[in-house]
């Protein structure tokens, strides 16, 4: 006899047959997200290397266990230009792994070690990270809570990469080695056929141009996310305006050969700086950017 997760799978599947395009949205619990946030801000600043970052990551393996399919783990040691072995940990959430079709949403789950945005108080404190990390992450756990209550008719995986924000971003070194090492270790099973990455999404004056390599390397998928967004009634937050192109953890994966894009609202004064606190983030945004993603699994379930 099948799962019970399978027979819910099928279930849905066949309501969603049966009432095509009114079958309804699930629904994203925003105040639930926000308290992910809280959760990780309590572990402390989630820098690689140190007893803060080996706990959160062993927290978001458990609540992933609890709600996906199947978890993947990648564990690594990561050398690091300095020299130090940095253990390094990707959560892989996968939900129905028979399906022939995937697609991908991602965040990265560390924090950066020394606050050195232009606008730091302190460029040598740790960035606590509730909007530059926690978002992301807190849109990815909400999301598992709703394909767990409602199981997808497609494949959905929910990405946690390390290592993002470690070290120098103008000189490339330490910095996307998460993203990295999953394009060079991708799971079994068919490629994505698109990845979504949500990185500053919690903003309380949320706002998301197109991202510049977004728009560059997987155009069309922009398209589709942007008319969802605008469909669903968020036109106002996902703008029809550029932005500027940003080296992020969507780019590795571009380079993979996955069409990938970067939800983010990078117009955000307390990035890189020690006031990344919870009082700069909202449920209601995270509420936004969560609606759209599952909007999204639900156009692929129409599509199949």
């Not at 996310?225 to 953890?249: E, K, L």
Request: hydrophobic share 40%; glycine share 8%; proline share 8%.
């Amino acid at each position: 006899m099948g799962s019970l997760k399978s027979v819910l799978s099928i279930a849905a599947s066949l309501l969603l047959a049966c009432q095509g395009e009114q079958a309804p949205p699930r629904p994203f619990d925003g105040a639930q997200a926000f308290s992910y946030v809280e959760s990780q801000l309590a572990f402390g600043p989630r820098i690689p290397g140190t007893p803060e970052h080996q706990a959160a990551g062993h927290w978001l393996d458990s609540l992933m266990r609890q709600r996906a399919d199947a978890v993947v783990l990648q564990d690594w040691l990561h050398v690091s230009r300095e020299g130090d072995s940095l253990p390094m940990r990707n959560v892989l959430g996968r939900f129905n792994l028979d399906a022939p079709t995937r697609i991908l949403f991602l965040a990265h789950w560390d924090t950066r070690p020394k606050a050195d945005g232009p606008k730091s108080s302190d460029p040598n404190a740790p960035v606590p990270g509730a909007n530059d990390g926690g978002s992301g992450v807190a849109v990815l756990l909400g999301i598992a809570d709703a394909l767990r209550a409602l199981p997808p008719s497609t494949g959905v995986d929910l990405l946690l990469v390390d290592g993002e924000d470690y070290g120098i971003f103008a000189e490339k070194d330490d910095v996307l080695i998460g993203s990295k090492y999953f394009a060079d270790h991708p799971p079994d099973g068919p490629t994505p056929r698109y990845a979504i990455l949500f990185d500053l999404v919690g903003d309380l004056n949320q706002r998301f141009p197109k991202e510049g390599n977004s728009l560059i390397g997987a155009p069309d998928v922009v398209k589709e996310v942007w008319d969802a967004a605008r469909q669903i009634g968020y036109g106002h937050v996902f703008v029809n305006a550029t932005g500027q192109a940003i080296i992020d953890d969507h780019v590795p994966l571009q380079q993979a050969g996955i069409p990938a894009i970067n939800i983010i609202d990078f117009d955000y004064q307390y990035w890189h700086t020690p006031e990344d606190t919870i009082d700069k983030i909202s449920a209601a945004s995270l509420q936004a950017v969560g609606e759209v993603a599952l909007e999204m699994v639900r156009l692929e379930e129409r599509r199949n």
